[in-house]
């Protein structure tokens, strides 16, 4: 399939009308110069993100003014008023991942668990990539990688077992746990948003596609640490009985808040697959649920909020108003024609170039401002080529990205700094590359191939009219 | 807070599973309460304490009405009557004997009946509106004397036990060294501790209580909640009742020089709802 990326172009161009029209060059050059000089201070650490972010939003609004690319100071407000469904997913889901973490239901739930695995290593490795899975498709990365590798480190110093293997398949596979469900991740979650993306539509391209993943990176690490998952016979018994030790009742301090979280949690679920046919925002239902979870749970309403992850919510303020200050100078609409031009037009090579693309920068740097810089490139570029590979490639590729190196993702950061805390050593690049690396072009290969046998046979469920 | 305070707190969490070994608890027998009368409008109190409690737990219900006067001691008396049954109710401070300067101690009497009893002494302090509701939601202080918090929550337990609630409160006060070598094998400055990792403590502290109630809730029919905090014991349990108006209870060191059995005299001295010592 080809097409004329000028037509694209302008195409784009007729949803803004400042979107460089008439603008010239200079505007896009000096946006864009101040959006790779933040993405560079965020990449190399330098400045935290959440500074590099706002200061990036106040210059680009201050040039966007000056430039003419923002009419007026109003348009902020519209840039940021599109994304703020996303801002509400994410406060209502904190509140109640937080109110469901302080009645112990998860905690039980991973003791459950692990406890099927007898302190057998190889098992227990496995138990602990499931619950990874699990946890971080109903509480998102950052969250459900804690609750893991707490318990991992736990278990491991029980059972005298190197927690290295461990915690770095949780680090890995927790990026394919952020594929199951609209809401698992906050990047699948931005993205989705921005393409509107009905959320039963991920069981159909997403989840399997998390699971296979996933399978990939258990394979990888398990291949990788093989003589340290190796059980010793002797002491089978020992480290069976060390943990069926654990009670799991010691972690949940009233029953009462343990059922309603899960019932709570639950309905929040079902709110997120009902929320679109019923004419709502997943928002709302996050926002719903949260509020039922301070109302039924008795927790202080300030504490609740206290655990909100506010660094991430100005993080993407700032983030969003820069992001949309360059898309208005019409900078990322080029990117978009640069794609295409690249991709000749056809869709199976487009898709193939963004995956490579953001996969390989969200290795180097946050997920989250590649896959919000991305979003507009890939709606200019779905004017013309089919939507569904572009956006859901760029979902796959934005969270599997991160497992090239051990900062790509938040979870390969909680992880291995849970491991060196607790003593256990670090991974070196090297030692990362061999494993996270191979686990990623691996399961690149395997999305590219889902991707594309998604697209011959044309099994892609039809998204919303105007996507 | 950070990543890395979120994960010592998961850690402590999971580390309280790891070492909840079963605490055999079960609802203590209470067999004969003791409504001790010392002549004073207080006897009121007592009297619809004492019946709460025997109507709860079911046990006999006895009324002593202590000597009084110039030279009488009615502690012989007392200590007989606590050698009969398992629960002791008293006011304090007793016969109202030094009128206002009372209410600065327990009294003498109250003092030492705390030393020498053998049954539990349940002190009132002020009326209490609802004695029925008050003793059917006692608030268990784990650390007024962590040495006795399982005969506490027994004790508790068959209070609440048909349909109560349990409230245990577990506390870390990181004013003061932290001596918990059968948790963590080691001492600690809380100084250098994060609330997080201390609320963490906490929580492995009621470990075995916790996950024994929590299984047999249902058994017992009773609603138990564990809640950690940071701080005085003696101040977080009075502000942990402040709305409940429960029964306090905590487990009671017999030698008063003791630092629990000072800070169970404390918690009596400062309360306004009735303390039941174990």
Redesign the interface.
């Known amino acids: 399939m080809t097409c004329s990326f000028v037509a694209i172009q302008e195409g784009a161009h007729a949803g803004h009308d400042a979107a460089g029209a008439g603008l010239g060059t200079l505007p896009m050059a000096v946006l864009g110069l101040v959006m790779l000089a933040t993405y560079a201070l965020i990449a190399s650490g330098k400045l935290h993100k959440l500074t590099a972010a706002l200061c990036g939003a106040i210059v680009c609004t201050v040039l966007g003014l000056a430039f003419g690319v923002l009419h007026d100071y109003d348009e902020v407000h519209q840039v940021l008023g599109k994304d703020i469904g996303v801002l509400g997913v994410i406060v209502g889901t904190s509140i109640l991942v937080d109110v469901a973490g302080k009645s ?1 239901l998860f ?1 039980f739930l ?2 459950k668990i692990a406890k099927q695995a007898k302190g057998d290593p190889g098992r227990l490795f496995t138990a602990l990539v499931m619950l990874t899975v699990l946890f971080v498709s109903l509480l998102t990365i ?1 969250p459900g990688t ?2 893991v ?3 991992t ?3 491991c110093r ?1 059972l005298a077992l190197d927690a290295k293997p461990y915690l770095v398949g949780v680090a890995i596979v927790a990026n394919s746990g952020a594929l199951v469900t609209f809401a698992s991740g906050i990047c699948t979650l931005m993205i989705g948003s921005a393409a509107k993306l009905p959320y039963l539509h991920f069981f159909a391209v997403s989840t399997p596609m998390a699971l296979l993943t996933a399978l990939v990176a258990w394979w990888v690490v398990r291949r990788s640490y093989r003589a340290e998952l190796r059980a010793d016979p002797a002491t089978a018994g020992q480290r069976a009985d060390a943990v069926a ?12 808040v343990f059922w309603r979280s899960a019932i709570l949690l639950g309905l929040t679920i079902v709110g997120f697959a009902t929320a679109q046919p019923l004419g709502v925002g997943l928002d709302f239902v996050a926002m719903a649920g949260g509020a039922a979870a301070i109302l039924f749970s008795g927790q202080n309403p300030e504490d609740a909020v206290k655990k909100v992850n506010w660094t991430v919510i100005v993080f993407f303020i700032g983030l969003f108003v820069m992001i949309g200050t360059v898309e208005h100078s019409g900078l990322l609409q080029k990117a978009a024609g640069l794609l295409g031009d690249v991709s000749g037009g056809n869709v199976h090579v487009a898709t193939v170039v963004l995956v490579l693309f953001t996969a390989l920068t969200s290795g180097i740097m946050d997920n989250i401002p590649v896959a919000a810089t991305m979003i507009p490139i890939v709606s200019t570029m779905a004017v013309d080529l089919p939507a569904a590979p572009l956006w859901w490639g760029l979902v796959i590729s934005a969270n599997l990205g991160g497992n090239g190196t051990p900062i790509g993702s938040i979870s390969g ?2 992880a291995l ?2 491991l060196q ?1 607790s003593g256990g050593g670090k991974v070196s690049w090297g030692e990362w590359f061999k494993v996270g690396g191979v686990a990623m072009a691996l399961q690149i290969v395997v999305v590219i191939g889902w991707l594309s046998l998604f697209t011959v046979l044309d099994l892609y469920p039809a998204l919303p009219v105007g996507k | 807070m950070s990543d890395k305070d979120d994960l010592k707190q998961q850690m402590a969490s999971f580390e309280a599973a790891r070492i909840a070994r079963p605490a055999n608890l079960a609802p203590a027998v209470i067999a004969g309460v003791v409504a001790v009368h010392d002549g004073t409008d207080q006897d009121a109190t007592v009297d619809a304490l004492a019946q709460a409690i025997a109507q709860r737990t079911g046990a006999r219900l006895t009324t002593l009405a202590a000597p009084s006067g110039p030279d009488a001691d009615p502690l012989p008396a007392m200590l007989d009557a606590a050698g009969e049954g398992d629960v002791i109710v008293v006011p304090s401070p007793f016969g109202r004997d030094y009128e206002a300067e009372g209410q600065l101690s327990l009294s003498t009497t109250i003092d030492l009946l705390l030393a020498r009893s053998k049954a539990a002494v349940c002190v009132a302090r002020a009326p209490v509106a609802d004695a029925a509701a008050c003793v059917a939601r006692p608030v268990v202080g784990l650390q007024i004397d962590r040495h006795r918090k399982v005969a506490a929550t027994a004790m508790a337990l068959s209070l609440a036990k048909g349909g109560g609630e349990l409230l245990l409160l577990s506390t870390v006060d990181p004013h003061t060294a932290i001596e918990d070598e059968e948790l963590l094998a080691r001492r600690f400055d809380p100084r250098d501790m994060s609330p997080e990792i201390l609320t963490g403590l906490a929580s492995a502290r009621a470990a075995a209580l916790t996950a024994d109630l929590q299984k047999h809730a249902g058994e017992w029919h009773v609603e138990p909640r564990v809640q950690f905090a940071l701080g005085d014991t003696v101040e977080l349990l009075l502000e942990a009742n402040e709305e409940r108006c429960g029964l306090l209870v905590a487990g009671r060191d017999r030698d008063p020089r003791s630092e629990e059995a000072q800070r169970a005299h404390r918690l009596i001295l400062s309360s306004r709802w009735p303390v039941l010592l174990v």
């Open positions: 112990g905690q991973a003791v950052a804690l609750i590798a707490s318990l480190l736990v278990l029980t030790a654990f009670d799991e009742w010691a972690m949940v301090p009233d029953r009462r950061v909680i700094s849970a805390e």
